[in-house]
């Protein structure tokens, strides 16, 4: 079975996803078009690369999460020194590390930039917070005068993945004669010098939709969606200054999106996994629990692979317009 995927964000919890892609490609499970948001789109990028379930259990095993979040000198100064980091670059740490990691990695398949990969295989989603804009990279990059086969698949992805206040933003400087401008509510035309483009959950972090048709085709792939559910320990969160602060605030808002309602025209297209407690931004996760998410993974998927039927999947996509999620009329 030949399938379009779609894989949620979730920081570490992504573990789980890499469980959910090795059990359906050991059922014999063939991935087309992938597309993601955060750490999804982790997924999704080394899927396209070439990389097996296997490979990412290896790969799950072997990285140091901890080595993501790097404290830059002024974590040294107690309190003010995080919120000065905060307040100048926009974010605690760095997302050097992050991109550097997944770059490497690609790069050992070959793949560095878009054009590396076949036409519209790849797809990442990112938002565009000056102009409160969602972003589907590589085509969306165009309206910033960068040429989308060009663009290397890190720099989405670390786009993708910046979480507000977390990691610095991605910053997106006039190139050139490029004009950066938006308009106002007045119509009037603002130019802007810099944009900024954070992890892609903010608008759409389970962009399930991307590859539906206005119109029902069953002469297409069916599209699955690799979902994280259950929210992270609700541990209280002591509040004693701007930096806690912030790291409560993020918390919540990027752990908020598990405990969405999946909508009645998702549920049946959606593996479900669980993510055991485990917090987006839990990068000291332990051995052990980063063996459990994956196991997490592979029943999920196991679980939901031994009841799917492509003659009952595509009756139920002829009930739903996938577009609107509205029912169509008979």
């Known amino acids: 079975m030949r399938v379009n995927a779609v894989f949620e964000g979730g920081g570490v919890k992504a573990i789980g996803l890499a469980g959910a892609v090795h059990e359906a490609q050991r059922r014999g499970v063939l991935f087309g078009r992938v597309a993601g948001t955060s750490s999804g789109a982790i997924i999704a990028a080394l899927l396209a690369a070439g990389y097996t379930g296997e490979e ?13 979040i790097k404290q830059s000198w002024l974590f040294r100064i107690k309190w003010i020194g995080p919120a000065i980091r905060l307040l100048v670059k926009k ?29 519209k295989q790849l797809k990442i989603i990112a938002s565009d917070i000056s102009r409160g804009r969602l972003l589907v990279l590589p085509d969306d990059i165009a309206q910033y005068g960068i040429d989308p086969k060009k663009l290397t698949v890190a720099r989405a992805i670390r786009m993708s993945t910046s979480i507000p206040y977390f990691f610095e933003p991605v910053i ?55 979902q994280l559910v259950g929210r992270g320990e609700n541990e209280p969160k002591k509040i004693i200054g701007p930096l806690t602060m912030f790291q409560a605030l993020f918390t919540t808002m990027m752990d908020a999106h598990d405990e969405r309602y999946i909508e009645e025209h998702k549920v049946f297209r959606t593996i479900k996994i669980p993510s055991l407690g485990v917090h987006t931004t839990d990068f000291s996760i332990s051995p052990e629990m980063s063996r459990r998410l994956f196991d997490a993974g592979v029943m999920a998927a196991g679980k939901y692979l031994e009841k799917w039927n492509a003659e009952q999947y595509w009756t139920m996509c002829s009930k739903w317009n996938l577009r609107t999620g509205k029912p169509r009329k008979v």
Request: one cysteine or more; glycine letters at 10%; aromatic letters at 12%.
């Open 56 to 68: 990412m259990r290896q790969i799950m095993q072997e990285t140091p999460f901890q080595s993501f």
């Open 91 to 119: 974010g605690l740490y760095s997302g050097d590390p992050l991109e550097k990691w997944i770059f490497e990695l690609l790069a050992c398949k070959g793949v560095r930039t878009f054009g590396d990969l076949k036409p």
């Open 172 to 226: 997106l400087r006039r190139l050139g004669k490029q004009k950066l401008t938006m308009k106002t509510s007045q119509n009037r035309t603002v130019d802007l010098t810099s944009i900024y483009i954070v992890d892609g959950g903010i608008l759409s972090n389970f962009p399930l939709w991307l590859f539906d048709k206005e119109e029902h085709d069953s002469e297409g792939d069916p599209t699955l969606g690799f």
